[in-house]
């Protein structure tokens, strides 16, 4: 039989209604969650490996390299075929896009969590762990990288987006397979990133455009040390004219600044040329963030700059090739 290891780090497959808390809090450790999974013994052999309950949002940098400690240190065992780790939702976009950088095993690795608390009706945490265990017990998913299953789909971590705040639907692009049952089926992943470094930049700003901004919060930014900045665009990546020259000015200070799109599906594409469209921004000096997303670019330029890539490594890391 194969055999997975689960990191539990909590979330809200770990909470339950509490009256005196107000709302829904961390209770259930890995062994609880794993009590409330039938059949999991039937998909493989399973370590747990328990390190907390810990909200996805107070998740900081520090925090995601030791897990990704922890998921070499399992991966690196013979007996292992696979890593499934189960967080809150809240921030899987952003974590398991880190690990997907930094965390170079063909062994798979697999985020997964719940829309439901265990106290609600409905609750999804064991069908959707059942599923994470499937696919790190498969075959087919080696080499995939980091990827995220969720609500019986399956996608690669530079690509998973939570788009809904609630609904066992909320997250979109898990588009690179699907969990049925028994039957796991995988595609081929075309390209993947990474980046080898034990250390993010602290201080990289997502500063979201909006219809009459200003350059002030760049200013802040600046002001305040910034290591690097990346601004969410509208759609393909189009700002007001103060937003581009206090970026330009950051720029210009050595600041490496990243143009993404603040849309939840598609991504940066210099198109127009107008002041502050994104052909304006590229000319500026901006960095594209493609495809990812504006939290996922925030991601790969902290790491990107933690391990002091240039330019055109920074480049290549953003547009899914492999820096050298």
Known sequence: MRRVAIVFTGGTISSEASASAGGNIPTLDGAAIVARTPGLESIAAIDIVD??????????????????????????????????????????????????????DP???????????????????????????????????????????????????????????????????????????????????????????TRAADRVHLITAHVAMDGSLVDAAVASGADGIVVAGTGSGNTSVPLLDACRAAIDAGIPVVLASRCGLGGAVPAYAFPGGGVTWVRAG?????????????????????????RPALTALLAGALPT
């Open 51 to 104: 390190r907390g309950r810990t909200p996805a949002s107070h998740f900081t940098f520090p925090d995601l390299f030791a897990i990704a400690d922890a998921i070499r240190e399992v991966l690196a065992r013979p007996d292992v075929d696979g890593c499934v780790v189960v967080q809150g939702t809240d921030t899987i976009e952003e974590t398991s896009f880190f690990w997907d950088l930094v965390v170079d």
């Open 107 to 197: 062994k798979p690795v697999v985020v997964t969590g719940a829309m439901r608390a265990a106290s609600d009706e409905g609750y999804d945490g064991p069908r959707n762990l059942s599923d994470a265990v499937r696919v790190a017990a498969s075959a087919s998913a080696r080499g995939a990288g980091t990827v995220v299953v969720m609500n019986g789909e399956i996608g690669a971590a530079d690509r998973a987006t939570k788009l809904r705040s609630t609904g066992l639907d909320a997250f979109a692009t898990l588009d690179l397979g699907t969990v049925d049952g028994d039957d796991v089926r995988i595609r081929g992943r075309d390209r993947r990133r990474s980046v080898a470094t």
């Open 286 to 310: 901006a960095l594209s963030a493609g495809e990812l997303s504006a939290p996922k670019a925030r991601v790969a330029l902290a790491l990107g700059i933690g391990a002091g890539l240039d």
